[in-house]
């Protein structure tokens, strides 16, 4: 190969050996003066051999933000003779590609000055496939992480189930006997204001745990849905008629006209209705507005209960359907875990929105109208 000081020596450079490489194969001086650019070269960086020879390697295909990272390697091949790495350069059109570059000195024939000889693979196609299948490969990882996590959950489901029910049977016979005695004790004083005032707090206390042995009841037994053509709007008018909502809390109710009737248990989602209105009346502790609507959004008939309460903060967002989680002074956390479990029964999905201090909205989106 020839000194930077004789370029009429192109041609001995550019031997067939070179000139048939695939690979782009340059020659620069110390300085980063291009003094052979071969056919390969011409074709990866776009820039015709006229255009090349002559010109600074940094200014014509390293990008700026990879100029140091370029003298770098021209300073380590020029202190041990070669050098290589991964990196992109610039074509002539401004866009980048892949390379795998690996430099060495060469001396010329006589012995006089000294080149460096970089080759450049272009590696862009086979980034992108790695990239593809690196993708390809987190993707199925997230969903056998995904499945092994529901295979699970549904295991102890399952176990929560056969505990559930054991345990509510166990807890509701003692519970009959304790409010059949409240009951017989109120008959027998009914002029002890001290003891009726007692009485009446372990009434309470019963109608509490019997609302939970509800809960784990209905989280225990699998009841498949009886889908029939209904309309939810009906559901909607007699759950809010039989149950209004407490006097500090405005109700607001919009129900889409000719709103399509959906296959479904009109029993089951009343119960998930019953949940979401419960939930929300609770999350407003100081009077709010409460919003039930009905819609078609696309093609899916949509219940949605909106409430102007506390809201919920997003780490337990995430959790608010997963059995046990609660964050109230009462109850065990199975209510929602229950109404989800019956809309997805009923063919339906559930999601909630929310934020701390702007309420939260609960939606059922039932995909295929009837």
């Avoid at 007692?198 to 609302?211: M, S």
């Avoid at 919009?254 to 709103?259: E, F, N, P």
Wanted: proline share 5%; net charge negative; hydrophobic share 45%.
């Amino acid at each position: 190969m020839v000194s930077a000081r004789e370029p009429d020596h192109n041609v001995r450079l550019g031997s067939l050996l070179a000139e048939a490489s695939p690979d782009a194969l340059i020659a620069i001086t110390p300085d980063a003066t291009i003094v052979y650019w071969n056919q390969a070269a011409e074709s990866i960086f776009g820039y015709s051999r006229s255009e090349a020879v002559g010109a600074s390697k940094f200014d014509l295909i390293v990008p700026p933000d990879r100029i140091g990272e370029a003298r770098r390697l021209l300073a380590e091949t020029l202190r041990i003779g070669s050098a290589s790495g991964e990196t992109v350069r610039r074509r002539k059109d401004g866009s980048v590609v892949h390379l795998d570059v690996s430099t060495k000195v060469a001396h010329d024939p006589d012995g006089i000055g000294e080149l460096i000889v970089v080759s450049h693979k272009d590696v862009t196609a086979i980034r992108s496939l790695h990239e593809a299948a690196q993708e390809a490969l987190e993707e199925k990882t997230r969903a056998l992480e995904a499945a092994r996590e529901e295979l699970a959950r549904n295991e102890r489901l399952a176990i929560l189930g056969q505990l559930a029910g054991g345990v509510s049977h166990e807890l509701r016979n003692p519970l009959g006997v304790i409010k059949n005695a409240v009951y017989y004790l109120n008959m027998v004083l009914p002029d002890d204001a001290k003891a009726r005032k007692h009485l009446g707090i372990v009434e309470r206390e019963i109608a509490a745990a019997d609302r939970i042995v509800t809960g784990l009841l209905d989280f225990a037994r699998v009841t498949p849905a009886n889908r029939v053509a209904m309309n939810v709007n009906d559901t909607v008018r007699e759950y809010l008629a039989s149950k209004p909502p407490p006097a500090n809390v405005t109700p607001v109710v919009t129900l889409a006209a000719d709103l399509p009737a959906v296959h479904a248990d009109a029993g089951q989602i009343e119960l998930v209705l019953g949940n979401l209105v419960t939930n929300a009346v609770q999350a407003m502790a100081n009077g709010g507005t409460l919003t039930v609507e009905t819609m078609v959004v696309g093609e899916a008939v949509c219940i949605s209960v909106a409430d102007t309460g506390v809201g919920i903060i997003e780490v337990h967002l995430a959790k608010i359907f997963e059995p046990l989680f609660t964050t109230k002074a009462k109850g065990i956390g199975l209510g929602l875990s229950v109404a989800r479990r019956l809309a997805v029964a009923n063919g339906a999905t559930m999601t909630a929105e929310s934020a701390p201090g702007r309420g939260s909205v609960f939606t059922i989106r039932f995909a295929e109208p009837a």
